[in-house]
């Protein structure tokens, strides 16, 4: 089956600093997501990318679809401390609906 | 706002019992549900797709008897967690797709429930 490969899987940064994770995946997708969860709480979407090549932004965060659709990143910049969560790539193949979770990043901020 | 919401947030329940788990898209109409598990500090996994009118389809290794799924309506997916035991215990979360079948379908998540069989 599919599989999503998201690095790093845990980050340790300081109030104001930029931020980078990515997902990789054996096989192509059609869409990539990614979403931020919280503790005790169901994942939010935080940017849709639908074309390969796309770059979406949203406020301080920016998603890319990777050319070859087997790659995606997000980058947060001047990050604070409530971007503390786990953030979670998603890619969706040719099932509409049904998705493929990566492994998810842990990221805390220092202030 | 939630466009997804999911009921209750958190259930303790005794070793045998049933618990039932309540999923609503609130402003859109949902054929399909998902039906996600998740343990402390990992990802997601897939346990079934909820089918408006259908049976459900559940990933491999996922009791149907066990996880007992009800799409009654195209707002509302049930999820009936029968004869809890302690290793029942888990996170569990619904989704449904907004613009389902469209290029820029999004999945959308209930808040979660925190499911402790004691």
């Known amino acids: 089956g599919q599989q999503l490969n998201q690095s790093p899987q845990s980050m340790f940064i300081q109030e104001g600093e930029d931020v980078s994770m990515n997902c990789t995946s054996s096989s192509i997708f059609n869409t990539w997501l990614w979403y931020k969860q919280d503790p005790g709480e169901g994942p939010v979407l935080l940017i849709a990318l639908y074309k390969a090549g796309e770059l979406t932004s949203n406020g301080r965060l920016t998603a890319q679809f990777g050319i070859t659709r087997k790659d995606s990143f997000l980058n947060i910049s001047a990050s604070i401390p409530s971007d503390v969560g786990i953030y979670f790539c998603a890619g969706r193949g040719t099932s509409y609906g049904k998705l493929t979770f990566g492994q998810g990043t842990i990221l805390t901020v220092h202030p | 706002g939630a466009v997804v919401s999911q009921h209750p947030s958190r259930v303790i329940c005794k070793s045998g019992t049933s618990v039932k788990i309540e999923c609503r898209s609130l402003?859109?109409?949902?054929?399909?549900m998902f039906w996600y598990r998740q343990f402390p500090k990992q990802s997601l996994m897939l346990m079934a797709t909820?089918?408006?009118?259908?049976?459900?389809?559940?990933e491999q290794g996922v009791e149907k008897d066990k996880f007992l799924i009800n799409h009654a309506s195209l707002t509302l997916s049930t999820l009936t967690v029968t004869s809890a035991h302690p290793e029942d215990s888990s996170f569990y979360i619904c989704?449904?797709?907004?613009?389902?079948?469209?290029?820029?379908?999004?999945?959308?998540f209930g808040s979660g429930t925190q499911l402790s069989v004691l």
């Open positions: 402003d859109f109409q949902a054929t399909t």
């Open positions: 909820s089918n408006e009118g259908s049976k459900a389809t559940y």
């Open positions: 989704s449904a797709p907004r613009f389902p079948g469209q290029i820029n379908e999004k999945l959308f």
